[in-house]
């Protein structure tokens, strides 16, 4: 069955602190997605990579890097974490070539930054 | 233009009752439009999708209904039962991206 592994499900980090959310995948799919899911505002994208060592600017990325060394690993880095960044972050892979296939969800890390 | 507008933000719906959410749209270029289901805890995963070429597509009690000239779908749950409580986004692709709507939580009372 398709996964998509966090690597965290709860994380609390302190301001000014640099913090990597993992995510695993292990579906041999060519795109990774980073959101980050707020109450009110949806699910909104912050970085995308089609391929490895490829990534792309999603609608929110000020303040995250991202790296994809490897396929099935995508992280997300936070260079200097900050209070506004507490929220519930969602990785998400999606094959290339499936017309139309979903996107699969891992079950988010939910980051506190205090 | 990239925006997905999607309403109501909540909804309470008596066991048995019908649950509808509508979402709004204006990139005419989309061309996917799936709806995703929220448990708490939980991924979004996907529930059911249309493309624009069909007025309607139907799975067990879930049914999307689109509306391409008024560039709006909605996402119909018959017959709501407690286990539908959960939050739902609708969505929107034209690339390999999707666009979310704001998302609906919905809860079903016995």
């Known amino acids: 069955d398709v996964k998509v592994t966090q690597s965290s499900r709860y994380l609390v980090k302190r301001t000014g602190e640099k913090v990597f959310l993992e995510c695993v995948q292990d579906?041999?799919?060519?795109?990774m997605f980073w959101y980050r899911q707020d109450p009110g505002l949806g699910l909104r994208l912050i970085y995308f990579?089609?391929?490895?060592?490829?990534?792309e600017k999603g609608d929110i990325p000020e303040g995250y890097s991202v790296s994809r060394e490897k396929k099935e690993r995508f992280s997300l880095i936070l260079e200097s974490a900050s209070t506004n960044q507490t929220s519930m972050y969602l990785c998400?892979?999606?094959?290339?070539?499936?017309?139309?296939?979903?996107?699969?969800f891992g079950d988010g890390t939910r980051l506190s930054i205090l | 233009q990239q925006q997905v507008k999607q309403s109501p933000q909540s909804l309470i719906v008596q066991k048995g009752g019908i649950s509808i959410i509508n979402c709004a749209y204006e990139n005419t270029a989309f061309d996917y439009f799936p709806w995703y289901q929220q448990f708490p805890g939980k991924g979004p995963a996907l529930l059911i999708a249309i493309r624009p070429d069909v007025s309607e597509k139907k799975e067990g009690r879930f049914t999307i209904s689109f509306n391409k000239s008024a560039k709006q779908f909605s996402l119909h749950i018959m017959d709501s039962q407690p286990g539908d409580s959960a939050t739902y986004f609708c969505a929107a692709s034209y690339t390999d991206k999707l666009i979310f709507g704001t998302g609906t939580r919905l809860q079903v009372f016995p």
């Open positions: 990579s089609y391929d490895v060592k490829m990534k």
């Open positions: 998400a892979s999606w094959g290339t070539g499936e017309v139309r296939q979903p996107q699969h």
């Open positions: 579906m041999d799919h060519e795109n």
